[in-house]
């Protein structure tokens, strides 16, 4: 299965393409992310990313973890997102009844006015 890294720095609408992309092809992809600034920016990926599937008839479920992973020969913990695809019986995407749709990147002005998480 495909791990994507996502930095603090990395850009929630090119991470969110490239969840998308391998969404539609294998059906499942791991988000993993150190730190908040980071997981911050995976957090938004995968909401856009439900965005840009939505289009396809794809909705996606979230299964969050955390992991020990060894990075310069230090054990350091991440955040790993699995994400899979959601059957909704139908193949039409619909929110669940206490869930608010997902929004649409267009419309912020730009990714840097789209609500932060805290």
């Not at 995976?42 to 965005?51: D, P």
């Not at 991440?78 to 649409?104: F, Q």
Request: net charge negative; with cysteine; glycine share 8%.
């Amino acid at each position: 299965m495909d791990i994507i890294k996502v930095a603090a720095t990395s850009r929630s609408t090119s991470v969110a393409g490239a969840i998308a992309g391998v969404m539609r092809e294998q059906k499942q992809v791991d988000v993993q992310a150190i730190g908040a600034g980071a997981v911050n920016q995976a957090i938004k990926a995968v909401i856009i990313a439900r965005g840009y599937l939505e289009l396809d008839g794809i909705d996606i479920i979230c299964l969050p973890s955390f992991v020990e992973i060894m990075i310069d020969g230090q054990e350091r913990t991440a955040v790993r997102l699995g994400i899979e695809e959601r059957s909704t019986g139908a193949g039409k995407v619909e929110p669940a009844p206490d869930e608010a749709p997902a929004p649409k990147l267009s419309a912020w002005q730009s990714e840097s006015d789209a609500p932060a998480l805290e």
